[in-house]
T-cell receptor, first 113, second 114 residues
Framework: NAGVTQTPKFRVLKTGQSMTLLCAQD?????MYWYRQDPGMGLRLIHY???????AKGEVPDGYNVSRLKKQNFLLGLESAAPSQTSVYFC????????????FGAGTRLSVL | KQEVTQIPAALSVPEGENLVLNCSFT??????LQWFRQDPGKGLTSLLL?????REQTSGRLNASLDKSSGRSTLYIAASQPGDSATYLC?????????????FGTGTRLTVIP
């Protein structure tokens, strides 16, 4: 049971470089989410998607873009990485019902130098 | 904006002790509250989910309670084991606008000493 898979697991970027984080889920979930986790702060929602072809901003969307071209994939892009984007990024998915549980990937640790 | 606080930030107990982790939130208009476990370098695993209409949920040695009116939840762990060592996070899902956003606390890092 793969669940939610994130790639890559680790990445180091230089300021100004771009990259894309990939999230894939095999549970046929409608909703997908990208969070970031920083020391001393709770996880914060960056962007989310309620279905294929739709995305919406979360709490901290600036500097990130997302795409959901296929139901099972949710991509998070950094066009011009900044040191402030050094963080651990988590993807999650859930069914449409707001009472349901979010299932998380193992995370991507990103360092921007 | 919903604020979620977890106290203490870290807790160390000898094996076999019963313990309580605390979570408080500022806005009582919630769909549910979840407790998660996070192991170092790993993702989050959902432990218990309490609907807003419920007072408590139990799973094995874990019992979570919810007092929505006072904005508090507790996670009770009975007969702690070294394998319980992890960071425990609580998260609330608000009602209305922002219902797709989980608000997380910063977690309590638990160490159970053999």
């Amino acid at each position: 049971n793969a669940g939610v898979t994130q790639t890559p697991k680790f990445r180091v970027l230089k300021t100004g470089q771009s990259m894309t984080l990939l999230c894939a889920q095999d549970m046929n979930h409608e909703y997908m989410y990208w969070y970031r986790q920083d020391p001393g702060m709770g996880l914060r929602l960056i962007h989310y998607s309620v279905g294929e072809g739709t995305t919406a901003k979360g709490e901290v969307p600036d500097g990130y873009n997302v795409s959901r071209l296929k139901k099972q994939n949710f991509l998070l892009g950094l066009e011009s990485a900044a040191p402030s984007q050094t963080s651990v990024y988590f993807c999650a998915s859930s069914t449409r019902d707001p009472q349901n549980i979010q299932y998380f990937g193992a995370g991507t640790r990103l360092s921007v130098l | 904006k919903q604020e979620v606080t977890q106290i203490p930030a870290a807790l160390s107990v000898p094996e076999g002790e019963n313990l309580v982790l605390n979570c408080s939130f500022t806005d009582s208009a919630i769909y549910n509250l979840q407790w998660f476990r996070q192991d170092p370098g790993k993702g989050l695993t959902s432990l218990l989910l309490i609907q807003s209409s419920q007072r408590e949920q139990t799973s094995g040695r874990l019992n979570a309670s919810l007092d929505k009116s006072s904005g508090r939840s507790t996670l009770y762990i009975a007969a702690s084991q070294p394998g319980d060592s992890a960071t425990y996070l609580c998260a609330v899902r608000p009602r209305g606008a922002g219902a797709n956003n989980l608000f997380f606390g910063t977690g309590t890092r638990l160490t159970v000493i053999p």
